[in-house]
């Protein structure tokens, strides 16, 4: 793979990070990071020109590479500090991973597909990010390497499973867009209090491709 970038994809980055700006974003760390990643590599072949268009994309196994106002809008919600360890259900395309990489904080993300488990692992190595990748169930996330600060769901999750929020620390910060596939979900921010008790909070509607459980 060719990762040289060239002025003309630089030049439609620069617009893109302007779009999302203008939608609202404001954390200085997400806008250089979306500046910075080379969005085209992490779309299907013949996508690249669509790349820096703010809109969902198809990639391989009839998944789709969030819109950058989504990934911005949800990673801006988690507050991220650079002692920050990371749990990312999801991994997709690795796009997202890489903004956390980008960013600065550890890591770690699962995806049940392993098709695209290996390509986002080959492409994130390739590209210089240090990610801690996993072919495994999101459902049941990465006991053995919790807690973690923040958890990020990237897939429509019906109701968000106990076994995730244990592996939230007390403080930490969990963004993840809940409800039926389908019928649009509630960006939920939440927050854990304590042993048992957890904030809530609603950040607006959006739309996602369902997570399942299991490997594939």
């Known amino acids: 793979m060719d990762i040289n970038d060239s002025f003309v994809m630089q030049g439609r980055r620069a617009r893109l990070v302007e779009t999302?700006?203008?939608?609202?974003?404001?954390?200085?760390?997400?806008?250089?990071?979306?500046?910075?990643?080379k969005r085209h590599l992490f779309v299907l072949k013949g996508l690249e020109y669509s790349a820096y268009e703010d809109r969902a994309l198809s990639i391989s196994a009839s998944q789709t590479i969030s819109q950058p106002y989504t990934v911005a809008f949800q990673t801006e919600l988690l507050?991220?500090?650079?002692?920050?360890?990371?749990?990312?259900?999801?991994?997709?395309?690795?796009y997202q991973a890489a903004v956390l990489a980008e960013i600065g904080v550890d890591v770690y993300t699962v995806e049940r597909i392993e098709e695209l488990h290996i390509?986002?692992?080959?492409?994130?190595?390739?590209?210089?990010?240090?990610?801690?990748?996993?072919?495994?169930?999101?459902?049941?996330?990465?006991?053995?390497?919790?807690?973690?600060?923040?958890?990020?769901?990237?897939?429509?999750?019906?109701?968000?499973?106990?076994?995730?929020?244990?592996?939230?620390k007390i403080g930490g910060i969990m963004v993840a867009p809940e409800g039926i596939a389908g019928q649009g979900q509630v960006m939920r921010r939440i927050i854990r209090v304590s042993e048992t008790d957890f904030e809530r909070q609603n950040h607006g509607l959006f739309t996602f491709v369902p997570m399942l459980k299991g490997k594939n």
């Not at 760390?29 to 979306?34: D, E, F, G, K, P």
């Not at 990020?152 to 109701?159: N, Q, R």
Request: no cysteine.
């Open 20 to 37: 999302i700006k203008g939608k609202g974003i404001k954390d200085e760390r997400v806008l250089n990071a979306i500046g910075n990643i």
């Open 119 to 168: 390509s986002a692992t080959e492409l994130l190595k390739e590209l210089g990010y240090k990610v801690n990748t996993f072919y495994s169930d999101g459902f049941i996330g990465l006991d053995n390497y919790a807690p973690f600060d923040k958890i990020i769901i990237t897939a429509a999750i019906p109701e968000i499973p106990d076994s995730l929020l244990s592996q939230l």
């Open 79 to 94: 507050e991220l500090k650079s002692t920050d360890k990371v749990l990312e259900i999801g991994t997709g395309s690795g």
